[in-house]
């Protein structure tokens, strides 16, 4: 089982920027599709942007397009995630998570996760 540990995160104001990182401890990060879902207070647990370390296809939820960028360093067996112009409805606790490869399941089935990092947008 992938072990993930997530850093980063934190307040920002409209507009800003923050990133987070998700270190993956399995040797095979290669065979891996890793990304990241966000769970809002009373709200329904959203993909917001995956990587398949198989063959570099990416998905981002369309809430999220053009603002977020997802990227993986295979020597640091590392997985980032750029989040610009962050908005007050970002606001989330952000989990990494294994997913499925490919198919209707990537970025929407979770498989491990990490324990979360709270990302808080002030307006």
């Known amino acids: 089982e992938v072990q993930l540990v997530e850093s980063g995160g934190g307040l920002v104001q409209a507009g800003g920027s923050l990133t987070l990182s998700c270190a993956a401890s399995?040797?095979?990060?290669?065979?891996?599709?890793l990304g990241w879902f966000r769970q809002a207070p009373g709200k329904e647990r959203e993909g917001v942007s995956c990587?398949?370390?198989?063959?570099?296809?990416?998905f981002y939820a369309s809430s999220v397009k053009g603002r977020f960028t997802i990227s993986s360093d295979r020597a640091k067996k590392t997985v980032y995630l750029q989040m610009n112009s962050l908005k007050p409805e970002d606001t989330a606790v952000y989990y990494c998570?294994?997913?499925?490869?490919?198919?209707?399941?990537?970025?929407?089935?979770?498989?491990?996760w990490g324990r979360g990092r709270q990302v808080t947008v002030s307006s």
């Open positions: 399995e040797f095979t990060f290669d065979d891996y599709a």
């Open positions: 998570a294994q997913t499925v490869v490919r198919g209707g399941g990537f970025c929407a089935t979770f498989a491990s």
């Open positions: 990587i398949s370390n198989t063959d570099g296809s990416t």
